[in-house]
């Protein structure tokens, strides 16, 4: 997709395509953050079983893992 859109040139057209992009971010976004205390609190849970688990990275796998992702 991306080198079909690489052949346009209306700036209309690629700003149309950047703004529904932002759009589903911005619902994906949303839609992971926890809409009443019950849901928060099953997060927390399954966060507190991870830590317990072993199941936890350190900020310098985190970076790397979303350095790697966005290379792509």
């Given at each position: 997709?991306?080198?079909w859109?690489?052949k346009?040139?209306?700036?209309?057209?690629?700003?149309?395509?950047?703004?529904?992009?932002?759009?589903?971010?911005?619902?994906?976004?949303?839609?992971?953050?926890?809409?009443?205390?019950?849901?928060?609190?099953?997060?927390?849970?399954?966060?507190n079983?991870?830590?317990?688990?072993?199941?936890?990275?350190?900020?310098?796998?985190?970076?790397?893992?979303?350095?790697?992702?966005?290379?792509?």
């Amino acid at each position: 997709m991306t080198e079909w859109l690489v052949k346009f040139k209306d700036e209309a057209i690629l700003s149309r395509v950047e703004a529904l992009k932002k759009g589903n971010l911005e619902q994906i976004y949303l839609s992971r953050i926890p809409r009443t205390p019950s849901v928060m609190q099953k997060k927390l849970d399954y966060s507190n079983e991870d830590i317990a688990a072993g199941r936890v990275l350190t900020q310098s796998e985190v970076k790397n893992f979303f350095e790697d992702k966005f290379k792509k």
